[in-house]
């Protein structure tokens, strides 16, 4: 694994290795990305994300560095990738990340709409929580039936 470099002037670009620079974590050893605190590294969490969306560490430390990063879009895009993951599971760590960063998904008017769905949980393919910066989020209008079953066998093409 190669470490990563950001460059303070610059947090959202990655570049090669030239002092003086802040030094980054490989991605899969983000056991203290919390001390790297920098848009990339938030990239970097979305696309470990992306790739193993079950694991909740990565979604807390997401959730963590876009709040200390005072970033409010990312941090209700984080939160929105969690609770599709969680599903109808885990209403302790569902209600308290609500209540921790009510603003943050206030602003985004999903605060009100996430506490009604508090105990069912939210729907990946749901329109309402389509945000920049959400992962696992698959919005889809209108109807969703993708397969329908026959009812008659097909006709003969004789």
């Avoid at 929105?80 to 109808?88: H, R």
């Avoid at 999903?110 to 698959?138: E, K």
Wanted: proline share 8%.
């Amino acid at each position: 694994m190669k470490p990563f470099i950001t460059d303070p002037a610059r947090p959202d670009r990655i570049r090669r290795p030239s002092p003086p620079a802040v030094f980054g974590l490989p991605v899969r050893t983000l056991a203290i990305a919390s001390r790297w605190r920098s848009p990339a590294t938030g990239a970097l969490l979305a696309g470990e994300i992306d790739r193993n969306p079950c694991n909740l560490h990565l979604h807390v430390q997401r959730i963590s560095l876009w709040h200390k990063l005072d970033a409010a879009a990312a941090t209700a895009a984080a939160i929105v990738d969690l609770w599709i993951v969680l599903g109808s599971r885990g209403l302790d760590l569902r209600t308290r990340m609500l209540r921790n960063h009510y603003t943050e998904l206030e602003s985004y008017e999903l605060g009100l709409y996430l506490a009604a769905r508090l105990t069912d949980g939210i729907d990946l393919h749901d329109p309402r929580i389509a945000l920049p910066g959400a992962v696992l989020a698959r919005p889809v209008e209108g109807a969703r039936i993708f397969l329908h079953h026959a009812t008659q066998s097909a006709p003969s093409l004789s």
